[in-house]
């Protein structure tokens, strides 16, 4: 069973920065979509940023547009999320999805629709 291990996850202060890292634990799963999910205690897990894996094409939530960066290292099969000028209202635990069906037009948007979960990483912004 593939594994999506990530790490990255800390604590900082409004402004700042980090990266997280999410590497499938076989080099050659496949996968159509492959991005961050973010949740706080209580609240539905929302989309971050995901990418069409094929095309490299990305997608951003409306709240991280402009902040946040997506990036993928195919040889290694691993994803980077890039937060910048992180707020406080940023602070959730992000876990990292893939996707192994194949896709039509896009990444889907709803949590249940990912077969493949990191065990999250813990991100707190403090102002």
């Known amino acids: 069973q593939v594994r999506l291990v990530e790490s990255g996850g800390n604590s900082v202060q409004a402004g700042g920065s980090l990266r997280l890292s999410c590497a499938a634990s076989e080099v050659t799963f496949s996968s159509s979509c492959m991005g961050w999910f973010r949740q706080v205690p209580g609240q539905e897990r929302e989309r971050v940023a995901m990418m069409l894996v094929l095309l490299g094409r990305t997608y951003y939530g409306d709240l991280v547009k402009g902040r946040f960066i997506l990036s993928r290292d195919n040889a290694n099969n691993t994803v980077y999320l890039q937060m910048n000028s992180l707020k406080p209202e940023d602070t959730a635990m992000y876990y990292c999805?893939?996707?192994?069906?194949?896709?039509?037009?896009?990444?889907?948007?709803?949590?249940?629709?990912?077969?493949?979960w990191g065990q999250g990483t813990q991100v707190t912004v403090s102002s």
């Open positions: 999805a893939a996707l192994s069906r194949p896709v039509g037009a896009g990444c889907p948007g709803s949590a249940t629709s990912y077969d493949y």
